[in-house]
């Protein structure tokens, strides 16, 4: 019952004219209804919220078990704010258990534009052993167009690789005479 009250609360909010108190009070009613709500139905609505500081809010009070995986997956595929999609790829990176999860952490390393989420994916990727690792890192060295601090911190990955081949690294990297 106190779910559905925040919810009104939350909703009434958002038709109010936007101003600073406002926003915080959102932003306080998001995270209220997430702490309330052990279901989790409310995660997909506070993350695809039009405030920025609501997404971030429900980021901050959800946990690697709390996340609805789908509305952060998205959320890193269409947010403009480099910190949330930090927050989303941190958050999902906590838990080693959903192959959607790891589908996300991939898509963020091979593609987000901020290096510090894609190194964050790159390192949850790989404390969680995920298969495929490997030809992933390969092609995060490979990438021309990506940052050089990713594709060195990329090959540096390379070689803690658990059952990696190392004749591969080192063809890749040798230099020719």
């Known amino acids: 019952m ?6 009104a609360q939350f909703d ?3 038709t109010a004219t936007e101003d600073v108190q406002k926003q915080a009070l959102r932003e306080v009613a998001a995270a209220a209804l997430l702490r309330s709500d052990k279901s989790n139905r409310y995660s997909a609505r506070i993350l ?3 405030s920025p500081g609501v997404r971030l809010a429900g980021l901050d009070i ?27 790829v941190a958050l999902l990176g906590a838990s080693c258990h959903n192959n959607e999860r790891f589908s996300a952490l991939r ?3 091979t593609t987000d534009t901020d290096k510090t989420v894609a190194i964050t994916a790159l390192n949850a990727l790989q404390r ?3 298969r495929g690792l490997f030809a992933l890192l390969l092609s995060v060295v490979d990438a021309d ?4 601090a990713l594709r060195i ?6 070689a803690n690789v658990q059952n990696a081949d190392s004749n591969a690294i080192v063809k890749r990297f040798q230099i020719a005479k």
């Open 153 to 158: 911190h990329a090959a540096r990955q390379l």
């Open 62 to 88: 959800s946990t690697p078990e709390s996340i609805d995986i789908q509305a952060a997956s998205q959320l890193l595929q269409s947010e403009s704010w480099t910190g949330i999609r930090r927050s989303a």
């Open 145 to 148: 167009k990506r940052p050089l």
């Open 12 to 14: 009434a909010l958002a």
């Open 128 to 130: 969680c052993e995920t």
């Open 107 to 109: 898509m963020a390393a």
């Open 2 to 7: 106190a779910s559905n009250a925040l919810l």
């Open 48 to 50: 695809s919220d039009k």
